[in-house]
């Protein structure tokens, strides 16, 4: 199974630039990747802060953007967004349980949990007792499951970004719900951070991703400000079989030149100078 996974997009209204950039068509060049290198993709599972300031017409141009693509799409809610407005634009996330978007999917024998992790008028992660009801009911009709969230549940040591992660009192008891439940989650995906950040968390292996728009800088010594600059974008392609994980980071903005080379010994040899 091959499952694309993109985040923070942050459009905003169409004409309007976010931190210096067009995060439209930074949008539409990863899509068009999507669509030229990985038309075999399961799913597109975009995590989060799908728009700036979470305004109709940006979540508008996300549904024109979202057209002619090779498979599904997922989308999940971050900090930026606003869950009404995305409802109105994308009505078939309503009706899901307590008014969360909250939902599941099993493919090729992996039940794929996509949670929301927001709460209004605050950037930090919210996980409340009823979301983790649905999680471990969820769990537990499962044998193997991947967990994609927009905020990182844990702590990452970036003592900026870790005081808009999820908050303490909910990441305490969602710690103890997977640590019961981790032998049947392979991965736990991303979004919020704008950085590719890989670790463990409740014996469970993690992996953010890039945002499509500005990247932030890992500071891990900075209490207050978060760190930003307009750096080169990714999204990941994430291959799951039978024995594992692979997770690649695909520069789609790279304009400069590619070179090519066999992989026989002698590809890589030392050209013979000119007599
Ligand atoms: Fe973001």
Same mark, same amino acid.
Request: with cysteine.
């Given at each position: 199974?091959?499952?694309?996974?993109?985040?923070?997009?942050?459009?905003?209204?169409?004409?309007?630039?976010?931190?210096?950039?067009?995060?439209?068509?930074?949008?539409?060049?990863?899509?068009?990747?999507?669509?030229?290198?990985?038309?075999?993709?399961?799913?597109?599972?975009?995590?989060?802060?799908?728009?700036?300031?979470?305004?109709?017409?940006?979540?508008?141009?996300?549904?024109?953007?979202?057209?002619?693509?090779?498979?599904?799409?997922?989308?999940?809610?971050?900090?930026?967004?606003?869950?009404?407005?995305?409802?109105?634009?994308?009505?078939?996330?309503?009706?899901?349980?307590?008014? $969360?978007?909250?939902?599941?999917? *099993?493919? &090729?024998? /992996?039940?794929?949990?996509?949670?929301?992790? %927001?709460?209004?008028?605050?950037?930090?992660?919210?996980?409340?007792?009823?979301?983790?009801?649905?999680?471990?009911?969820?769990?537990?009709?499962?044998?193997?499951?991947?967990?994609?969230?927009?905020?990182?549940?844990?702590?990452?040591?970036?003592?900026?970004?870790?005081?808009?992660?999820?908050?303490?009192?909910?990441?305490?008891?969602?710690?103890?719900?997977?640590?019961?439940?981790?032998?049947?989650?392979?991965?736990?995906?991303?979004?919020?951070?704008?950085?590719?950040?890989?670790?463990?968390?409740?014996?469970?292996?993690?992996?953010?991703?890039?945002?499509?728009?500005?990247?932030?800088?890992?500071?891990?010594?900075?209490?207050?400000?978060?760190?930003?600059?307009?750096?080169?974008?990714? $999204?990941?392609?994430?291959?799951? *079989?039978? &024995?594992? /994980?692979?997770?690649?980071?695909?520069?789609? %903005?790279?304009?400069?030149?590619?070179?090519?080379?066999?992989?026989?010994?002698?590809?890589?040899?030392?050209?013979?100078?000119?007599?």
């Amino acid at each position: 199974m091959k499952l694309v996974h993109i985040s923070d997009t942050h459009l905003t209204v169409p004409g309007e630039r976010m931190g210096g950039l067009n995060p439209h068509l930074r949008l539409a060049k990863a899509l068009d990747e999507v669509r030229t290198q990985h038309s075999d993709a399961s799913r597109i599972i975009i995590t989060g802060d799908l728009t700036h300031w979470g305004e109709p017409k940006a979540y508008l141009s996300l549904v024109d953007n979202l057209k002619n693509l090779p498979c599904p799409v997922r989308l999940l809610v971050g900090n930026h967004d606003d869950r009404a407005a995305f409802l109105a634009a994308f009505p078939d996330y309503s009706g899901n349980p307590a008014g $969360f978007i909250n939902y599941a999917e *099993t493919i &090729e024998d /992996t039940r794929l949990i996509y949670l929301d992790t %927001t709460q209004p008028r605050t950037h930090a992660g919210h996980f409340c007792a009823a979301r983790r009801d649905w999680l471990r009911e969820e769990l537990n009709k499962c044998t193997r499951a991947r967990l994609f969230m927009h905020h990182n549940p844990m702590p990452l040591g970036l003592p900026a970004e870790d005081k808009i992660a999820l908050v303490p009192e909910d990441r305490i008891p969602l710690a103890e719900l997977l640590n019961t439940f981790r032998e049947r989650i392979d991965y736990i995906h991303f979004g919020h951070v704008h950085a590719p950040i890989h670790g463990t968390w409740c014996g469970i292996q993690f992996a953010s991703v890039r945002s499509t728009g500005n990247q932030s800088i890992p500071d891990l010594i900075e209490q207050e400000s978060l760190q930003g600059a307009p750096m080169a974008p990714s $999204f990941s392609v994430i291959l799951v *079989t039978e &024995e594992g /994980t692979t997770i690649h980071e695909i520069p789609f %903005t790279w304009e400069g030149p590619v070179f090519s080379t066999g992989t026989a010994w002698e590809d890589w040899a030392k050209p013979t100078a000119a007599e």
